[in-house]
């Protein structure tokens, strides 16, 4: 009877050095495999999960990307009651 072979468990960040050198195409996948001690449909997995979200970034604009939109007119309504203070205060320190 054979002994039960535990799985290699891996850290995200191993995972990502893994999959941007295979992104970065400076050396075979084989000698990746070999680097790394790993399947090259393993390699491949991981650059095609780096790889996906990716693109997600082209297809929904700088905007997205960007952050939360912004309320202009909150905005817009402080920095009036904030030039209307600045006045008032200018008036009175004459």
Do not use: C, H
């Not at 084989?30 to 780096?50: D, E, F, G």
């Not at 970034?57 to 909150?74: K, L, M, R």
């Amino acid at each position: 009877m054979s002994a039960k072979r535990n799985r290699r468990q891996f850290t995200t960040q191993f995972e990502a050095e893994v999959a941007l050198s295979a992104v970065q195409e400076r050396e075979p996948l084989t000698a990746l495999a070999v680097k790394y001690r790993l399947a090259p449909a393993q390699i491949t997995t991981w650059q095609r999960q780096l790889r996906q979200p990716a693109a997600l970034v082209f297809e929904t604009g700088p905007a997205s990307v960007a952050g939360p939109a912004v309320d202009v007119q909150a905005s817009y309504a402080q920095l009036g009651r904030l030039q209307m203070e600045n006045t008032v205060l200018k008036t009175l320190l004459r």
